[in-house]
């Protein structure tokens, strides 16, 4: 009981609930499918129109990462 508790407050996950490599296979890919229409999407606006947005071409890597920060 005790070492179920420390387990779960520290987060971690029992090998049951654990998602299969399968399944985190096709979680990474479904993720990797959209990053890339995201920049198909982007890479086709006109230069006025990512300045209208608020961006340029150069942001675009960090909006795919996720890391960009407007300032």
Same mark, same amino acid.
């Given at each position: 009981?005790?070492?179920?508790?420390?387990?779960?407050?520290?987060?971690?996950?029992? =090998?049951?609930?654990?998602? %299969?490599?399968?399944? !985190?296979? +096709?979680?990474?890919?479904?993720?990797? #499918?959209?990053?890339?229409?995201? =920049?198909?999407?982007?890479? %086709?606006?006109?230069? !006025?129109? +990512?300045?209208?947005?608020?961006?340029? #071409?150069?942001?675009?890597?960090?909006?795919?990462?996720?890391?960009?920060?407007?300032?």
């Amino acid at each position: 009981m005790a070492s179920h508790v420390i387990d779960s407050a520290a987060g971690l996950v029992s =090998a049951e609930r654990r998602p %299969s490599l399968k399944a !985190r296979f +096709l979680a990474w890919r479904e993720r990797r #499918r959209e990053r890339a229409r995201i =920049a198909r999407e982007l890479l %086709s606006y006109t230069d !006025r129109e +990512l300045f209208d947005l608020g961006i340029t #071409r150069g942001d675009i890597p960090a909006i795919l990462d996720g890391t960009y920060r407007r300032y």
